[in-house]
């Protein structure tokens, strides 16, 4: 349990597995996929409380998860419960009163019970996302303009389940209806691209899209416009401007590829600092983008959270009312990111952790004592070699 973050919430933890299952769309993924499945129906157990303390932290512990590991999936989701659970939906209605229980037992009564599962690729998706969003955050707390730039990349243009359908977020139908552009481009064979080597036109197509969208009138665009004219209503706002205008600017520079499933983005050329100051892009740029991204993640993953007052043993208290775990973790972060804190990458280039100092602890470089001593023996290693 991570506790005194502001906050309680308490998820149903059980036994999980992960299991292959008939796929939903085949002709996507194939045949099969894989699902994190209740083995144990599990019992909702306290994962956030604001009334003791316990070092650690959920959120920085499932963006370290290595993705291709279905073991350490399992086992986080066995730890700490699924990302959301259908049992927890009762909790956002006031029925526990009627029902003489408390709130914090209501969802272990719920009738017609069903065991909650989940699709890998949702989770690993979602692991991606947060992973992206704290290397935005440790990036723009270093003014580091190349980290931001790679992280901002990696969000807008890296193929995500949630590109699937449109989404609240700017940032998010940023990279839905670039998906949706190469899904037509491609006259629907896939919606991961059947042709990695052609990513990086397709980018530039997509913006030359953009551009045209501004300028052409409703006539040219009926003719030659592939969206309808509602689509792109967004590139009228300053968000998808600047977006644009960084990825325009790259690419006058740089041409982008992809692995196969469009998880990691490889340039012509290494991404520095002086390439990024040469191409025009300007460090307030990247940090405006930067700022929008985080408050566009954010905002999509928090907006269903509210304030809620709460009736147990005879007293009132307030508390907020959280249905799922990945809104638990991003209000952590949220409360977590505050002026005087500053969020680092784990020096350990094997180590994915992220952490979080405060002011006067700013030259802590390392996530645990176990990298430090671990990254310490390897450098002395290293001092030997050399030597000899």
Known sequence: MVVNKGFSFSNMVGLYGIKEVPARYPKYTGPTEMVIVELYPGKLTPIYSNNSYE??????????????????????????????????????????????????????????????????????????????????????DNNDSVGILNALLSILLCYTTKAEVENDSETERFTYYLYLYIQRKEKEEALTIS??????????????????????????????????????????????????????????????????????????????????????ISFEMLQRAAITCMSDIFNSQTCLITPDLQYSNNRLSSDWNISSLLEAMYMELLVTFTPNTQVKKCANPTCNSFFDVGKGNERKIYCSQRCALLMAKRKQRERDKAKK
């Open 55 to 140: 070092e650690g932290s959920i959120a920085y512990e499932f963006a370290a998860i290595d993705t291709t590991d279905l073991q350490a999936i399992a086992d986080f989701c066995t730890k700490y419960g699924l990302l959301s659970s259908d049992r927890l939906i009762r909790n956002t209605t006031n029925d526990y009163i009627f029902m003489k229980t408390t709130k914090t037992i209501f969802s272990e009564v719920v009738p017609n019970y069903e065991p909650d599962e989940t699709y890998v690729n949702i989770f690993t998706q979602e692991v991606l996302t947060m992973r992206n969003l704290l290397h935005l955050k440790a990036s723009l």
């Open 195 to 280: 042709n990695p080597e052609l990513f990086d036109s397709y980018v530039r197509d997509f913006l030359k899209e953009l551009t045209f969208f501004v300028n052409a009138t409703a006539g040219e665009w009926w003719l030659h416009g592939t969206f309808d004219k509602s689509e792109l209503t967004d590139m009228m706002h300053c968000t998808w401007q600047n977006y644009h205008d960084i990825l325009s600017l790259l690419l006058d520079k740089v041409s982008i590829s992809a692995n196969a499933d469009i998880s990691n983005l490889s340039f012509s050329e290494t991404l520095t600092k002086e390439l990024i100051e040469d191409a025009g």
